[in-house]
């Protein structure tokens, strides 16, 4: 496999530059604020189930508006649509900073708490729903198609990188300066992101668009999705795999009770996939998959439910963290797959509603992932509801391999 130096050339395009930079930051605010709150909820309440309510808060709201805000992504300048989420987040991520202030400095009850916490995170899945297929779109009307592929894995592994950062750092922050501190931080963080964003030029508008009514258009979306068996194939993997298998939802009570962990080390585990999944993401900028990626991809995702497996039965904290690195590798591997094939699959002028769709998928299997992990730890126990994820994770995978040929076959 030849080494590609010419991965670089997606920031010739200075606008790539501006999404690249003003994403990596808004995301990272983002990132660091949902691992402060589950932390905290979990410290005052001491109950996981808790945890899963903070996820669904975000979940309802993110695949509730999704279709609508695909729809509205096709059809208006997304700019416009883009600059508008960014004012949204300037004057939510405040409103956390009260939070926080109220509940340590004027004892509110922590009922209160809890509740504008689910109102405050409501409202962040609201207007994510609008601002995850803006920022993908706008890909395609910023990079030649033929520079797709890395652009793509470019700016997944901003995301992750910003995961890898965010989970670090507000670990550090809660540890050295408190939640208020830390909030400080993600706020400026947010404004810094959206400064960058702010500078990315109107885009056109395909002039077809506004011809037909809003069901029709996503009706058109939904249908194309599922009739790309490509598309809704990784699609289906990528919502079942992570479902069961993802524990993030699951680590604050991990570290707390299974491996004692400070802040600091709660911190490094949320990392550990996501530092698992960048070095995967980096690494194919300079050496691509260039074939069987549907067979890659799936037994990757095997992989992740073994590591999960492990993850549940360890009770070392160094292990945990290696089996979590390996599955954040395997995760990347899905993670480009999938992202490539919706890219290069979708036309143009159906890139807001089919990603919209997308993060329906994606946000049930993440979101909706946390609360069964919540609830499976609180019914089940925690290491049984970890390793039980795992093995959920490699039944399907095992399923899929037999009964799906086109994702078998997968190559592009």
């Known amino acids: 496999m030849l080494l590609k130096f010419d991965s670089i050339d997606v920031f010739k395009f200075t606008e790539f530059k501006y999404l690249y930079w003003g994403s990596f930051f808004l995301n990272l605010g983002i990132r660091m604020t949902s691992t402060m709150l589950a932390w905290w909820i979990y410290k005052i309440t001491h109950d996981p189930l808790y ?35 960014c ?38 899945g609201f207007i994510r729903a609008f601002s995850g297929p803006t920022l993908q779109s706008l890909i395609t009307y910023i990079i030649p198609k033929q520079l797709l592929p890395k652009a793509v894995s470019w700016h997944k592994g901003q995301f992750f990188s910003s995961m890898v950062f965010g989970h670090i750092l507000i670990g550090f922050l809660i540890y050295f300066i408190d939640y208020y501190g830390a909030l400080i931080v993600i706020c ?13 030029s109107p885009k056109e508008v395909n002039p077809t668009s ?21 598309i809704f194939g990784v699609l289906s993997l990528d919502l079942w795999a992570v479902l069961f298998g993802g524990v993030v939802g699951i680590l604050p009570v991990y570290a707390s009770e299974v491996l004692k962990c400070s802040p600091i ?30 067979r890659k991809m799936l037994v990757a995702v095997g992989i992740y439910g073994l590591m999960i497996v492990i993850f549940g039965l360890s009770k070392n904290f160094m292990l945990s963290f290696i089996v979590l690195y390996f599955s954040g590798i395997a995760d990347g591997i ?9 890219q290069l699959f979708t036309p ?58 086109k994702i078998r076959n997968l190559s592009y």
């Open 51 to 85: 945890i899963g309510f903070i996820a669904m808060a975000e979940v309802i709201p993110a695949i509730g508006f999704a279709i609508f805000a695909g729809h509205l992504v096709d059809i208006k300048e997304k700019t416009k649509i883009l600059k508008n989420c």
């Open 87 to 124: 004012k949204g987040f300037i004057f939510l991520y405040p409103c956390f900073l009260a939070l926080i202030l109220l509940f340590y400095h004027q004892k509110i009850y922590f009922d209160w708490a809890i509740w504008i916490t689910l109102i405050l995170v409501f409202i962040s």
């Open 188 to 200: 400026c963080f947010i404004f810094l992101g959206a400064t960058f964003l702010f500078k990315i």
């Open 210 to 230: 506004n011809t037909k009514n809003m069901f029709q258009n996503i009706k058109e979306g939904i249908q194309f999705v599922f009739k790309t068996k490509e």
């Open 265 to 294: 080390g709660f911190g490094w585990l949320n990392a550990a996939t996501d530092l698992g999944a960048i070095t995967y993401i980096f690494g194919s900028t300079l050496f691509p998959m260039s074939k069987n990626q549907g």
């Open 334 to 342: 899905s993670i480009i797959t999938r992202s490539s094939i919706v």
């Open 348 to 405: 143009k002028e159906m890139q807001g509603r089919v990603l919209s769709v997308n993060s329906i998928f994606v946000n049930s299997s993440n979101e909706i992932g946390q609360f069964e992990s919540g609830l499976a730890a609180k019914t089940m126990g925690v290491v049984p509801s970890v390793v039980f994820g795992g093995c959920m994770t490699m039944a399907i995978v095992l399923y899929i391999s037999i009964k799906n040929k």
